[in-house]
């Protein structure tokens, strides 16, 4: 449903249980006119009649206009009250868990769109205008906390300082390779809190001290002109998974005995994988690919007809609604798992989904009394949802072993190994 639907179908309900004053329209004071009768042709409608869709397009643009930055507000405030209602799911071990990453959202083919936004070229194919949309989440709920909607051209590490700039001491951002990128190290460092991130190739650093066969804390000076002299501290957390070539985690968080090594890869003392869900502090980052998902394909944003707007103002009023509805959904999950019990991860967002539409087609016609009650079984149902654990389930992607060129000669070599002797 778009915006005028749902705000016209809810006027509608109300009107018919009652619940809005009915009053005749004055109307014009026209020739042969009664003082109570309204003219055909008077724009103004009575008080039980929903406003037309041109008068609701007139509104939104008149609001993105004059109030730019009201719904980043309110996603700001939304998430400060529900940090000051569950704040101890929020943090581990003294740390505020954030995951970072970028996704590309596919536009409506208009001309407006392109322009502002920018078109992926494909082979054979018309340019689709798309745009880029780069989220902060709280890992441990699967929460949006700050995001951004911009440009194709601008990157993703670009976008990603200005949501950086939002953090507070304490916080450990899971980053995903793309962000590889020492302004962004910079800033984190600067605002107090941490970054784990995969390491890169073509990376020179110097080693400081080894703290266990498997870390060592180096000295990265880039070599980039823009950070001369600059260096900063790292800990490498070297590890292998069965079937890829070798890498490592690397993070400015130096205590090893704040998070350790086994904890960041979700190892036992024997050094063996953990197969329990979220054992691994580091892969919690894999909640924004999660909450991505949920967005585009659940909510139906990405589907035919889920964007419909025509500018940019247009589009960035419906992705904003559709980021508030999936925090408000979610935030009924952490309510239902925080009085029923369970893993707030655990619950099925498309159930839950469901349940929402179906409370919000009965609660407008449900009276006061009756109200609590059906609230408290729409969380009961919502906590009744449980996913199936299947630990180690993955789905295998063919082109992980392919060998990518950047071009200028230069080339990515697959992490995936194509035979593994381990």
């Known amino acids: 449903m778009n915006f005028c639907l749902v705000l016209t179908s809810t006027f ?100 407006r769109l392109g322009e502002y936004f920018g078109c992926a070229r494909n082979k054979g194919g018309r340019p689709r205008p798309q ?40 916080d450990l951002v899971l980053m995903d390779r793309g962000f590889f990128n020492f302004g962004l190290f910079r800033l984190v460092r600067d605002a107090g809190g941490f970054f784990a991130i995969r390491r890169v190739k073509r990376l020179r650093l110097r080693t400081l001290r080894r703290l266990s066969p498997h870390e060592r804390v180096v000295r990265w000076r880039p070599a980039s002109r823009k950070w001369k002299g600059q260096t900063i501290d790292l800990r490498v957390i070297d590890y292998r998974v069965r079937g890829f070539r070798r890498t490592a985690i690397i993070t400015n968080l130096l205590d090893e005995e704040r998070v350790s090594r086994e904890q960041f890869l979700g190892l036992d003392a ?8 979220d054992a691994a502090l580091y892969h919690r980052r894999w909640q924004v690919e999660t909450a991505f998902r949920e967005i585009k394909r659940v909510q139906r ?27 408000l959904v979610r935030w009924l999950m952490v309510e239902a798992a925080a ?52 630990p180690g389930r993955h789905y295998p992607r063919p082109n ?9 000669g230069h080339r990515i070599t697959p992490g995936r190994l194509r035979r593994c002797k381990a």
């Open 131 to 170: 745009a880029r949309m780069v989220m902060l989440l709280l890992a441990t709920l699967r929460l949006p906390w700050r995001y951004e909607l911009a440009p194709r051209a601008q990157g993703e590490s670009t976008v990603a300082g200005r949501l950086l700039a939002h953090l507070r001491p304490g």
């Open 301 to 327: 944003m990405q589907e035919p007809g889920g964007l419909r707007g025509r500018t940019r103002e247009a589009i960035e009023y419906e992705v904003v609604g559709h980021v508030l509805l999936y925090l």
């Open 12 to 111: 509608r309900v109300l009107s018919e249980m009652g619940r809005l004053p009915r009053h005749a329209c004055r109307g014009c004071k026209g020739r042969g006119r009664g003082r109570g009768r309204g003219s055909r042709h008077d724009p103004r409608k009575a008080a039980d009649a929903p406003p037309s869709e041109e008068a609701f397009v007139q509104a939104r643009t008149r609001m993105l206009r004059e109030l730019p930055g009201y719904f980043v507000a309110l996603l700001a405030v939304l998430g400060e009250a529900l940090e000051s209602r569950h704040r101890d799911l929020l943090y581990w071990n003294g740390l505020r868990l954030l995951a970072l990453d970028g996704t590309r959202i596919t536009l409506p083919r208009w001309k």
């Open 400 to 408: 992980d072993g392919r060998i990518r060129r950047t071009g200028a």
């Open 339 to 390: 009085r029923h019990g369970g893993d707030v991860l655990r619950l099925s967002f498309t159930a839950a989904l469901h349940e929402v539409r179906h409370a919000a087609a009965l609660l407008p016609l449900c009276t006061p009394r009756l109200r609590r009650p059906m609230t408290e079984r729409m969380l009961l149902n919502i906590a009744g949802n449980v996913l199936p654990d299947r």
């Open 270 to 277: 024997s050094d063996a994988w953990v197969t329990e869900r």
